[in-house]
């Protein structure tokens, strides 16, 4: 076990429409966690207001936890959560609603928009 | 305010919900499904990688009445036997259906691949490889609800309490997630296929929306739950590692086709410590295997993570490569090599066999209201049989859509006063505040749930340990859960979500806690390490219903089938 190490996680925040900023958690790193670990522990243990979407816990069969690491595409739950700083931020060519929650819901499978038809 | 209205509303989207909104469909009623996750992609559905009980008969012959006496003997005495029959006799109709709709069930030659599983009499269980069958039984379903015009989706709509008037079901209040608004949902029926509770247990191998909310709905709703004390844990599920993208789960049946060695943290064999004998065939019976891991954790020789060593070390590597096949290279992803090292496994909460009583047109006691899948108590009793958990969702939520569009058909339905919703929505209100809160979260104390439920309501039970939970839980409910500060953060508000669930999750964890002290025996996955053996006085259901915020407890005698079994076998020839 490795009690010492440590990610900075380097978090996007803001809902659509308001200006964004970024908060860093200080997050414990556990040999093989993945970000969506370190993402669940920030709501559990400091930040309970922080959005992203997961379902499945690890599976990696929902698919819902896709965001941008460090720039890059991946699911939260796949990716392996290094040491030092790890940015993550919302899915930039998706609709954002907030945080790291984009607009990945299939457009026939929102109760508005297919009462409105 | 958002208003819908419908003639079936489904809570829930996996398997059984999915099976329900196309069964609706079939008999005209317009329908919503929906789920606080995406359609098919939240619940335990796509989480199953293994395999499905049906007696196709494509193996070796066989008959639903031998898949019933077997699903009848693994439940100890307390199956409904009704509900029994009606799943291992339409699984065979919903496993065809299934393989019209194009799930890829394995086959070789045209016949439909069967495997033996513990507990069966023969080879009857079909699968979709490699651990493949709940992704592809979701991808089948999603599919076939999209299909029919009949049915709404709705993605990202959680479900928080259904509506009542004069005894009966009416309606529904959910909150749109993403963008926090209140949906007010008129139906003619509601299906309760949310799942069951396994995630209120420290270890489990649940997705995060079963906790418990669909029998926390029926309870406030005045439908009754029944056998809550029964929860099953599988022996070895994956601890360590860490290991993504796999099913928990999924090393039992390498541990039979192959050898896995179990170990304690100092390397030593130790099952035949414990009356069971391993050597060889690693045939150890699930409940003798869950004990002996127990113990050997309990008595400080457990592995570092708190469970045993699963070794494959002394195997050939041609016949690990044989057996394994593509799951090496998803194994090596997760860092796992086990020609190099022994990963370890423990007990894990995996099923309920506790929920919603419902008669055999999977009705409540509240006109309106059914249940499906998961959600419904009864059909495996004391402990459910081996891949009996998919074609339950299947058959009891065809069930349940069906019967509930004919209920919903002769219905008039009046428009639902708004103030029905802001009530069952004021109840958090005081909590809410703008900004994080820092500590207090209902997450946190949903964590501290999951602890207490394992350690003192989990494997192995006693009266002392039992009552330190009740009494903890209901601190828990009547304190912790309304002192906690809600962020107030739309959209998207997950806190606020979290506080609902932990609401839901309390009361479950109040009825499982409350049945296994009434419960002085031990019988199938309910064991009192004070009270070792079965007893034929409590050859009986367990029931548990609300009464004000009280629940309340009382006893019925298990629904038995009227006919022999070799009666329905000469029927048929």
């Known amino acids: ?117 | 305010m958002m208003r819908v209205s419908t003639d079936v509303f489904v809570v829930g989207a996996g398997g059984a919900g999915m099976y329900a909104a196309i069964a609706a469909a079939r008999e005209g009623a317009d329908v919503i499904v929906a789920d606080k996750s995406l359609i098919s992609r939240g619940g335990a559905t796509i989480m199953a990688q293994m395999t499905v009980a049906s007696a196709v008969g494509h193996e070796e012959p066989d008959h639903w009445t031998h898949h019933l006496a077997d699903t009848i003997e693994a439940g100890h005495g307390l199956c409904n036997e009704e509900l029994s029959a009606i799943l291992c006799e339409e699984s065979v109709t919903r496993i065809h259906e299934m393989d019209e709709w194009k799930v890829g069930w394995a086959r070789v030659e045209g016949r439909m691949t069967q495997v033996h599983a513990p507990g069966h009499g023969l080879k009857r269980c079909v699968y979709v490889d490699y651990l493949n069958t709940g992704p592809a039984v979701a991808r089948a379903l999603r599919g076939e609800v999209a299909q029919r015009s009949g049915i709404r989706r709705a993605s990202g709509l959680a479900v928080i309490e259904i509506i009542v008037q004069n005894g009966e079901a009416v309606g529904a209040v959910a909150i749109d997630v993403e963008s926090g608004e209140t949906v007010l949902v008129e139906a003619g029926a509601i299906v309760l296929a949310a799942g069951g509770l396994t995630k209120l247990y420290k270890r489990n191998s649940a997705s995060i929306n079963m906790g418990g909310e669909a029998y926390a709905m029926a309870l406030r709703a005045g439908a009754e739950l029944i056998d809550m004390e029964f929860v099953q844990f599988f022996p070895i599920g994956h601890l360590a590692p860490r290991m993504v993208g796999m099913d928990p789960i999924m090393w039992d049946p390498f541990r039979y086709k192959v050898g896995g060695r179990l170990l304690n943290g100092n390397f030593e064999e130790f099952i035949h410590n414990y009356g069971a004998s391993d050597g060889g065939n690693y045939t150890a019976r699930r409940d003798v295997a869950s004990y002996a891991i127990y113990k050997e954790v309990e008595e400080g020789r457990g592995s570092p993570h708190g469970g045993v060593w699963l070794s494959f070390d002394h195997i050939d590597p041609k016949v690990m490569q044989e057996k394994f096949g593509p799951m090496i290279g998803r194994l090596a992803k997760n860092g796992i090599d086990l020609q190099k090292s022994a990963v370890e496994v423990s007990p894990i909460a995996h099923y309920h066999m506790g929920g919603i009583r419902v008669d055999t047109e999977m009705k409540t006691r509240i006109p309106g209201l059914y249940a499906a899948g998961e959600a419904v108590g009864g059909a495996n009793g004391a402990t459910r049989l081996s891949g009996n958990a998919i074609p339950e969702a299947f058959v009891f939520g065809e069930r349940a859509g069906k019967f509930g569009a004919a209920f919903a058909k002769g219905r008039s339905r009046a428009p639902l006063d708004e103030k029905s919703a802001t009530i069952v929505l004021s109840e958090p209100k005081s909590q809410l505040k703008k900004g994080a809160a820092p500590d207090g979260s209902a997450t946190a104390l949903m964590t501290e749930l999951q602890a207490l439920m394992w350690e003192k309501v989990g494997l192995f039970r006693t009266g002392e340990k039992l009552e330190q939970a009740l009494a903890r839980i209901r601190e828990m409910q009547s304190d912790d859960l309304r002192n906690i500060t809600i962020p107030d953060d739309a959209p998207f508000n997950q806190a606020l979500l979290d506080w609902y669930e932990l609401r839901a999750g309390l009361l479950c964890a109040e009825s499982v806690t409350l049945a296994a002290i009434n419960r002085t025996e031990s019988r199938g996955a309910h064991q009192r390490e004070d009270i070792p053996d079965a007893s034929p006085e409590f050859e009986r259901n367990q029931t548990i219903g609300l009464s004000g915020d009280q629940l309340v407890t009382g006893w019925a005698d298990v629904p038995r089938i009227s006919y022999t079994l070799e009666e329905k076998q000469a029927a048929v020839i």
């Open chain 1, 1 to 117: 076990m490795s009690d010492d190490l440590k990610t900075t996680l380097n978090v996007y925040r803001g809902a659509a429409g308001e200006e964004a900023h970024y908060d860093q958690f200080d997050v414990p790193h556990e040999e093989g966690a993945s970000v969506l670990d370190a993402l669940v522990w920030v709501r559990e243990n400091v930040d309970a207001s922080l959005a992203f979407r997961y379902s499945c816990v690890s599976a990696n069969a929902c698919k819902e936890c896709m965001i941008l690491v460090d720039g890059k595409v991946n699911y939260a739950c796949t990716a392996k959560l290094s040491t030092g700083t790890v940015t993550v931020e919302p899915l930039a060519k998706k609709k954002l609603i907030r945080d790291l929650v984009t607009d990945i819901v299939p457009p026939k499978e929102r109760l508005g928009s297919v009462d409105a038809e």
